[in-house]
């Protein structure tokens, strides 16, 4: 078991995604012809004839729109692939993390809970997959600083998945974002 949770996209980002994407395109289904790619809807490489799409996703947009963040210059949008139609999402009870392989590259991108960049780290996946993603996250959380993090794959800089801060105490934080929503207190 993973000591952090690799987080799919929304299941409402997904609906919106499969209309019309984060620049503004139509959703193009079409059959996958080898498979394996990432899909970022279940975190699993797709099969072949799978209905897939591949969409323009702004993972710290949706982010910052859900927690009040701010990340101005750092809101970036990129490709992702897709299932074209509602899938069951990530299997419960999923060992590892997701789109890993020895010798892989990842980035380990930080950002702060005003969605500002504030470090990274370049991963390469070692034999233990797992350690080598729960010592890089590990590393990320020990900032007080960063609330969020993003693993995207070096070759195309694509999204794989989200990682936020855990609470302290409490397993069901880690899917929350590590904010408070200061709104109006003064």
């Known amino acids: ?3 952090y949770e690799a987080r799919a996209i ?11 994407d984060d620049a503004g395109q139509p959703c193009v289904p079409y059959a996958a012809t080898e498979g394996g790619d990432p899909l ?8 072949p004839g799978e209905r897939i799409a591949l969409v323009s996703y702004a993972p710290l947009r949706r982010w910052a729109a859900a927690t009040w963040a701010r990340p101005g210059a750092y809101d970036e949008q990129g490709p992702v692939f897709i299932h074209a139609d509602a899938c ?3 299997e419960q009870g999923r060992r590892g ?5 020895a010798g892989a590259l990842r980035t380990v991108r930080r950002y702060d809970a005003e969605g500002r960049i504030v470090g990274g780290r370049l991963l390469e996946i070692p034999e233990d997959e797992e350690r080598g993603y729960d010592e890089a996250l590990t590393d990320a959380f020990a900032d007080p600083a960063v609330a969020l993090v993003h693993v995207r794959a070096v070759e195309y800089g694509c ?15 880690s ?3 590590a ?4 709104r109006g207190s003064g």
């Open 40 to 47: 970022r809807c279940c975190l699993r490489g797709s099969e």
């Open 10 to 20: 929304e299941p409402d980002a997904l609906k919106e995604l499969r209309g019309t």
């Open 88 to 90: 069951e999402g990530p």
């Open 159 to 173: 999204w794989h998945f989200e990682v936020r801060k855990p609470i302290a105490g409490r397993a069901e934080d």
């Open 97 to 101: 993390y997701p789109f890993s392989r």
């Open 175 to 177: 899917a929350r974002p």
């Open 1 to 3: 078991m993973t000591t």
């Open 179 to 182: 904010i408070e929503d200061t």
